[in-house]
Structure formats: C-alpha cells, structure tokens
C-alpha cells in the first residue's frame, strides 16, 4: 500500500465525520464490541463504505467505526478487526489503525478475548497486557518501509506504554476490580492450539494467547503511539482443563464480562491525560 492509499481513507473519513481528528482509536475484540454504546455516539461509518477497509469475516465482530465523545476527548471506535487466519495479509491488518494515527491518534487501546494459560487465571478475568511474543514469521512492517509512517527499525522495548499501564491500575482500584497483569502470545489461528503448544507457550512465559492484537500493536509502536492493551480471559486454553474448546464460551465470556469491560475502559479513559507526554 502507497500514501495514496491512505491519504484516500483518510479524507473520506475526514469528510463523513465534518473533520473529527480522533485523540484515540480504540479497538473492540470478539464479543467486546457492545463497548461503543456506553460512549457518546458522533458519526457512525461502516468499514464497507471506507476505502481500503474491508468487512471483517470473523463472527463478533461488527465492522464499524464509530466516531466518539468521552469527556473532552475524541475517540475512533473499531467494532471488530481483521485476521491473519481470514486470508488476509498483515497490511490489510493494521490499514485501519494506520488510517486513523493518519488523522491525529496519537494513542491507541486494544482489547481481544484470550485463552488462559496462567493456572491462576480463570474465565472472566481481565488481564493488563504488559508484554506480548510473537513467534509467527510473517510482520506488518515487512517489505518497503513507509517512511512517513515510521522508522525501518522501530523499538519495541516499551510497545505498551507504562504509564498509561500505571493509569489502568489506577483505574481498576477506584473500581474495586481485580486486574490481572501478564504477557500475551499472538498466533495466528484460526485452530485452537494443541496440548503440547499450550505447555510450550507457558514454558516461554506467556499468560494467555490469542489471535489478534499483536500486529496492531507493532504498527501502532511504528507510528510512535502510546498503546495500552487488555485481555479478556474467555476460556481456558488446550490441556488446562481437558475441556474441548468452542467459539460460544468465547462469546459468552464477552457477554458475561461486557459491564465490567466497559467500567474499566470507561475508568481508564477518565485517567488519562491526553496533554500529558509519555
């Protein structure tokens, strides 16, 4: 993809939405994206109508972005995302969130529902991504760098920003909730893994794993956004149980966890500091 490409997105969002410049986009993860209601609604746009975006084929996952009040800040609403496991290369992945750091995002959080790995997690925890592995070959920065979008080599010692984690913790104690603290593996899907991968990934230091997220984060790390990532613990992962695995605990979890999520993003949005440089 050129800066043309991008350039189009963003102008036709900037004229559906009357020039809204976003201080946030905000990613919405399978069964997370019932988010958005509790945000003041500006201009909703389909990612059918928006160039470059296209529809996500995973269910949960509703394919609007959603232009947002909450207090004095501005926030681009993703409902649902695409997948390395719909076929879709990791350009198309992250072309929406390269879009909206275009128009002015200059901060970026990211939900997804996960399987639990750590023996001290359980269905319904949420967990505070402080780190994540990736082990899958192929990257959103592969190939010729866009340099007007970022550096060849980005640095990815602080991809989720610390003092917007510090903000998290602050905003989940006001709330009197629990929130777990861990490291996310990013594989690509779509099958569930194995026993014997689960053992692995623990051996490797990961919490829990999941299919989504990291290529943003790398994009967002590229762009120079400030990132803070959560992780609904929807189920537990191959082996830790010895239940089979399905997609409807998947989005029962999301069901089951929807109030809670949305307190604690609300919280975290009133503690961030948009002024303040991190």
């Known amino acids: 993809m050129k800066r043309d490409d991008f350039a189009e997105a963003a102008g036709f969002l900037s004229g559906m939405t009357g020039g809204l410049r976003p201080d946030i986009a905000l990613i919405l993860g399978t069964g997370l994206g019932e988010l958005a209601q509790n945000l003041e609604t500006l201009c909703t746009v389909p990612y059918a109508r928006i160039p470059g975006f296209a529809s ?14 909450q207090g004095d800040r501005t926030l681009a609403v993703m409902q649902g995302r695409h997948h390395y496991y719909e076929g879709r290369s990791m350009e198309e992945i992250v072309f929406p969130l390269r879009v909206l750091g275009m128009l002015g995002a200059g901060m970026l959080i990211v939900t997804n529902a996960s399987g639990g790995i750590n023996l001290d997690f359980k269905p319904g925890d949420i967990m505070l991504i402080e780190d994540h592995i990736k082990f899958a070959p192929d990257s959103p920065l592969r190939g010729e760098n866009l340099d007007f979008l970022g550096p060849r080599f980005p640095d990815m ?79 537990a992962a191959a082996g830790v149980t010895g239940n089979r695995l399905t997609q409807e605990e998947v989005f029962e979890a999301g069901e089951a966890a929807k109030e809670k999520f949305t307190a604690l993003i609300v919280e975290v949005l009133k503690e961030i500091d948009i002024g303040h440089t991190f």
């Open 56 to 69: 996500p084929g995973a269910p949960g996952h509703a394919g609007n972005l959603i232009f947002c009040r």
């Open 157 to 235: 010692t602080y991809a989720y920003t610390p003092e917007l984690q510090e903000a998290a913790l602050r905003a989940a104690r006001k709330l009197g909730m629990q929130l777990k603290r861990g490291v996310y593996m990013y594989m690509t899907g779509p099958q569930y893994e194995t026993p014997a991968e689960i053992r692995a990934i623990r051996a490797l230091g990961a919490d829990c794993v999941g299919m989504s997220t990291v290529p943003e984060v790398i994009a967002a790390s590229h762009m120079g956004m400030n990132t803070l990532g959560f992780s609904l613990i929807s189920n």
